[in-house]
């Protein structure tokens, strides 16, 4: 991968980074408006999302 592409890449996955940020905060303000199943759901995601995150962070 050329330093280009490696630039790209990178600039690319903070995009994606930054759209799961508003998507989190979009959650939470409709959190109170879900049902019981649609929580389990988005707690699940949230924690296999947390899991990578804490490897990232490390």
Do not use: C, Q, W
């Not at 690319?12 to 389990?40: C, I, N, P, S, Y």
């Not at 999302?49 to 490897?55: F, L, N, T």
């Amino acid at each position: 991968m050329t330093p280009t592409e490696r630039s790209n890449r990178i600039s690319h996955l903070k995009d994606k980074m930054k759209e799961l940020e508003a998507l989190f905060e979009e959650t939470e303000t409709v959190f109170g408006d879900l049902t019981d199943e649609e929580k389990r759901s988005l707690k699940g995601l949230a924690s296999a999302i947390e899991y990578h995150a804490s490897k990232v962070k490390g």
